[in-house]
């Protein structure tokens, strides 16, 4: 299977993991992530390690955003009884940090969070792991791919038993969903019956996002489809308050307009808008039609409805617009508008 498999496997045990060797489950992504990271390592320890796939990096079939499948997780807590949990809103984001050999994953389960990185040793063809949730919860471990690129480790946590480990194992089913289970042993390496496990999915814009941006992301730290639509309603805001305004454009900023000639920089486009702008006032609303997140930008499609107020004091001219708008995102997480293309809608075509 392909190293994507691998990746989703990774991100179903962030999920959820047992506190302690005969203890209850804890519902939070904390724990389930913990618990993947120490499937994976527990997997390497026993198996023929073999190269992590050449020429990219290693966990980028896990990249994108993830979440329970049906909400269910299965696990037997007193080494007999099957018990499936509901766990709602379950969220997952993993991107690469700044190295090619490296993964930082970023976990949301209800009040619990936390996050793990991942590192590869092409050396020895081991994944390292190191995790935190919550307040106490910290794992160390030790994983390995496997010749269809699923991953198995084996990982101890400070808050179980001293001496005892997890161990997690990750399929692939397809590029866009992994299965999890893990498995507890105590310290004499003798597993104590109790488990958990499910199925994990790639969320829809995440699935675009893997085939998507082809930049390397700006950063490795989390984002979210919510946050993201707050952060571009507040610059269109800037946008219909003042055309002119060109603190909410990158440097490299390109403005194709219907019927112009494309404008590549800020400077060029400043100049354009403080032309127009003498010429009269637009009274406009920018309207989000789609929003699609990535790891280094965000992607709209949208609508522009208003009026031009021409300076001489004629009368206003109604207009409307569509529009695809590119935002990059920045190292600190902030967007600038970054392409812009639109074209006019002729409204007379449209009055009854």
């Given at each position: 299977?392909?190293?994507?498999?691998?990746?989703?496997?990774?991100?179903?045990?962030?999920?959820?993991?047992?506190?302690?060797?005969?203890?209850?489950?804890?519902?939070?992504?904390?724990?389930?992530?913990?618990?993947?990271?120490?499937?994976?390592?527990?997997?390497?320890?026993?198996?023929?390690?073999?190269?992590?796939?050449?020429?990219?990096?290693?966990?980028?079939?896990?990249?994108?955003?993830?979440?329970?499948?049906?909400?269910?997780?299965?696990?037997?807590?007193?080494?007999?009884?099957?018990e499936t949990q509901i766990i709602p809103n379950?969220?997952?984001?993993?991107?690469?940090?700044?190295?090619?050999?490296?993964?930082?994953?970023?976990?949301?389960?209800?009040?619990?969070?936390?996050?793990?990185?991942?590192?590869?040793?092409?050396?020895?063809?081991?994944?390292?792991?190191?995790?935190?949730?919550g307040t106490e919860r910290t794992g160390v471990?030790?994983?390995?791919?496997?010749?269809?690129?699923?991953?198995?480790?084996?990982?101890?946590?400070?808050?179980?038993?001293?001496?005892?480990?997890?161990?997690?194992?990750?399929?692939?089913?397809?590029?866009?969903?992994?299965?999890?289970?893990?498995?507890?042993?105590?310290?004499?390496?003798?597993?104590?019956?109790?488990?958990?496990?499910?199925?994990?999915?790639?969320?829809?814009?995440?699935?675009?996002?893997?085939?998507?941006?082809?930049?390397?992301?700006?950063?490795?730290?989390?984002?979210?489809?919510?946050?993201?639509?707050?952060?571009?309603?507040?610059?269109?805001?800037?946008?219909?308050?003042?055309?002119?305004?060109?603190?909410?454009?990158?440097?490299?900023?390109?403005?194709?307009?219907?019927?112009?000639?494309?404008?590549?920089?800020?400077?060029?486009?400043?100049?354009?808008?403080?032309?127009?702008?003498?010429?009269?006032?637009?009274?406009?609303?920018?309207?989000?039609?789609?929003?699609?997140?990535?790891?280094?930008?965000?992607?709209?499609?949208?609508?522009?409805?208003?009026?031009?107020?021409?300076?001489?004091?004629?009368?206003?001219?109604?207009?409307?617009?569509?529009?695809?708008?590119?935002?990059?995102?920045?190292?600190?997480?902030?967007?600038?508008?970054?392409?812009?293309?639109?074209?006019?809608?002729?409204?007379?075509?449209?009055?009854?």
């Amino acid at each position: 299977m392909a190293s994507h498999v691998l990746n989703r496997a990774i991100r179903g045990a962030i999920m959820v993991h047992q506190t302690c060797l005969g203890g209850t489950i804890r519902a939070v992504l904390g724990g389930s992530l913990a618990g993947l990271l120490v499937a994976l390592s527990v997997a390497g320890a026993h198996a023929q390690p073999v190269p992590a796939p050449a020429g990219e990096n290693p966990f980028s079939a896990l990249f994108g955003e993830w979440t329970l499948k049906d909400d269910k997780f299965q696990y037997v807590g007193d080494g007999r009884t099957v018990e499936t949990q509901i766990i709602p809103n379950h969220h997952t984001q993993c991107a690469r940090v700044n190295t090619d050999r490296s993964m930082l994953c970023v976990v949301k389960a209800g009040a619990l969070n936390g996050h793990m990185l991942w590192t590869y040793d092409a050396s020895k063809q081991r994944v390292h792991w190191l995790s935190h949730f919550g307040t106490e919860r910290t794992g160390v471990g030790v994983g390995t791919f496997d010749k269809a690129s699923n991953l198995t480790f084996k990982v101890s946590f400070t808050d179980e038993p001293e001496g005892s480990y997890r161990q997690y194992r990750y399929e692939w089913v397809s590029p866009d969903e992994y299965t999890l289970r893990s498995t507890q042993y105590d310290r004499r390496g003798r597993a104590t019956g109790n488990w958990y496990g499910g199925a994990f999915v790639r969320l829809p814009a995440s699935a675009l996002a893997v085939a998507g941006p082809t930049r390397p992301p700006a950063t490795g730290m989390a984002y979210s489809v919510e946050d993201d639509i707050q952060k571009v309603k507040a610059i269109l805001k800037k946008i219909d308050a003042d055309i002119t305004d060109t603190s909410i454009y990158s440097e490299d900023v390109v403005h194709m307009a219907q019927g112009s000639r494309a404008i590549t920089s800020k400077a060029a486009l400043q100049k354009v808008l403080a032309a127009e702008a003498s010429h009269g006032r637009s009274n406009m609303t920018h309207e989000i039609v789609t929003l699609h997140s990535y790891s280094d930008l965000v992607l709209t499609r949208g609508r522009v409805k208003g009026a031009w107020h021409p300076a001489n004091g004629g009368s206003p001219i109604p207009f409307e617009t569509n529009n695809i708008i590119t935002f990059r995102r920045a190292a600190d997480g902030s967007l600038k508008v970054w392409h812009v293309i639109f074209n006019w809608v002729e409204l007379e075509r449209y009055q009854p």
